[in-house]
């Protein structure tokens, strides 16, 4: 963790060395600097945005100590408990799977201010207006390969949630350098963007093919995932934080694999390309209620990865279609047996966190004031869909099945 001493803190905050010392002794329930071995304070980043804080609200604000003190406190209990109703949020892929749910569960949920749609394709945004109307949504045309467009896109935004991406693997594999535009130098745009709209917090979806990834969907994804860790760094203490989530296949979502074993049905054979192929499967539902547990818990930095059952994907044919043939067609290109959600070696920055998996950035931005009570996970410890803990057998699948996957 950086610690700073006070001459640097009053270099960067811009006020003299006695302003803090007496912003410390005013404000000291906010800030909490460490001591060295000869007793000398040194301030933490987390600090650093404090005095920051308290320089704009007594100067900029023209507020009183007392009045300051009120504010911060709001700020930090706010900090978890997200004001929904006040809350402008920018959804890249807004129109896909993840985003259309997103979308039904927010309005109905927690009543942001408004969710803005941003995407190419103008035929899915007209069918989105058509379902979802246009008094909490606007439904913005633009690419995210177009930093300009986003920029415009994301003034006055509070919340972006970065979902937009090519995520089929043969396409990506066909088409690498499109891959690379959309979900690299897209993610690099959403980063410069957020920072100069002043965004406040930015979450990106990933996926466990990003984690050793085999195949360029998976690569892109990591690099997208990468960028998007270290984005904090480009921000400043009172601008933009960056976190992502990680999860496995999205069940019922476009171009899974349900809505394919549920067409080959008619057919009467379902094409598996290895028997002992397993997968982590998660609900839309769980994909947002990820998203929004991330929004409210993250300092900047983190991977929140959930914790969700595996399935072994000859299982789901038999859910499907139990009296139907099964022919083993072979592992295709760029893909893997079993899925993996955290490496050994991310495990060795894991905690279990809330009902999640926090993998916790190897540079410290801030302090992790959110997760002091968080339960660290044991040595050697690795999330893969093989040997996960929790399984859905064909029953489970069958119920799941006849309750109808929500697809979009
Ligand atoms: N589905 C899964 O199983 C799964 C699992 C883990 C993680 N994820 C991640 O979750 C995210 C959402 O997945 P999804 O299932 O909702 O995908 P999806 O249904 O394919 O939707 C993708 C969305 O991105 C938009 N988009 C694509 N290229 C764009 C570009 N260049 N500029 C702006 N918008 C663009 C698409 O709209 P237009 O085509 O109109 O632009 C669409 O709204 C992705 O980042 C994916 O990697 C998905």
């Known amino acids: 963790m950086a610690v700073y001493k006070i001459k640097d803190v009053s270099e960067k905050v811009g006020v003299p060395v006695s302003t803090i010392r007496y912003w410390q002794?005013?404000?000291?329930?906010?800030?909490?600097?460490?001591?060295?071995?000869?007793?000398?304070?040194?301030?933490?980043?987390?600090?650093?945005?404090?005095?920051?804080?308290?320089?704009?609200?007594?100067?900029?604000?023209?507020?009183?100590?007392?009045?300051?003190?009120?504010?911060?406190?709001?700020?930090?209990?706010?900090?978890?408990?997200?004001?929904?109703?006040?809350?402008?949020?920018?959804?890249?892929?807004?129109?896909?799977?993840?985003?259309?749910?997103?979308?039904?569960?927010?309005?109905?949920?927690?009543?942001?201010?408004?969710?803005?749609?941003?995407?190419?394709?103008?035929?899915?945004?007209?069918?989105?207006?058509?379902?979802?109307?246009?008094?909490?949504?606007?439904?913005?045309?633009?690419?995210?390969?177009?930093?300009?467009?986003?920029?415009?896109?994301?003034?006055?935004?509070?919340?972006?949630?970065?979902?937009?991406?090519?995520?089929?693997?043969?396409?990506?594999?066909?088409?690498?350098?499109?891959?690379?535009?959309?979900?690299?130098?897209?993610?690099?745009?959403?980063?410069?963007?957020?920072?100069?709209?002043?965004?406040?917090?930015?979450?990106?979806?990933?996926?466990?093919?990003?984690?050793?990834?085999?195949?360029?969907?998976?690569a892109s994804k990591l690099c997208a995932e990468k960028i998007f860790i270290q984005g904090n760094a480009y921000s400043k203490p009172d601008g933009p934080r960056f976190s992502c989530v990680r999860y496995g296949n999205v069940i019922g979502s476009r171009g899974s694999v349900v809505p394919l074993f549920i067409k080959q049905k008619n057919n009467g054979k379902i094409t598996i390309t290895d028997k002992r192929m397993t997968r982590f499967w998660i609900t839309l539902d769980q994909a947002v209620e990820l998203v929004v547990s991330a929004l409210q818990h993250m300092q900047g930095g983190e991977i929140f990865v959930p914790r969700i059952p595996s399935m072994r994907v000859v299982d789901l044919a038999r859910a499907i279609a139990p009296e139907c043939e099964i022919e083993i067609i072979g592992i295709r290109p760029g893909e893997k047996l079993h899925e993996i959600l955290i490496t050994e070696e991310e495990g060795r920055n894991t905690i279990k966190y809330n009902g999640m998996f926090v993998i916790m950035p190897q540079f410290s931005w801030w302090e992790r004031t959110n997760y002091k009570n968080a339960e660290k996970v044991p040595e050697g410890f690795h999330y893969t869909s093989n040997e996960n803990e929790e399984w859905l057998r064909v029953d489970d699948l069958k119920r799941i099945i006849s309750r109808g996957i929500k697809m979009n």
Not at 178 to 206: C, M, P, W, Y
Request: with cysteine; glycine share 6%.
């Open 25 to 218: 002794k005013e404000f000291s329930e906010f800030v909490s600097p460490v001591r060295t071995k000869g007793g000398q304070r040194r301030y933490t980043e987390s600090d650093m945005g404090v005095f920051s804080s308290i320089k704009e609200i007594l100067r900029e604000n023209n507020k009183t100590i007392t009045e300051a003190k009120e504010e911060l406190r709001r700020n930090r209990k706010s900090s978890r408990q997200i004001d929904w109703a006040n809350q402008t949020i920018l959804l890249t892929g807004g129109t896909g799977s993840f985003g259309r749910h997103f979308c039904k569960v927010m309005l109905k949920k927690y009543k942001p201010r408004v969710i803005r749609i941003y995407s190419r394709d103008e035929l899915k945004q007209y069918e989105m207006r058509q379902e979802f109307g246009e008094e909490k949504m606007r439904y913005f045309i633009g690419d995210v390969r177009d930093v300009s467009r986003l920029r415009r896109a994301m003034e006055g935004a509070d919340i972006v949630i970065h979902a937009a991406a090519l995520k089929q693997v043969p396409a990506c594999e066909y088409n690498p350098l499109e891959a690379v535009k959309t979900n690299i130098h897209g993610a690099q745009n959403v980063i410069d963007a957020a920072i100069d709209a002043r965004v406040k917090k930015v979450v990106a979806l990933s996926t466990d093919k990003a984690v050793n990834p085999v195949n360029l969907y998976g």
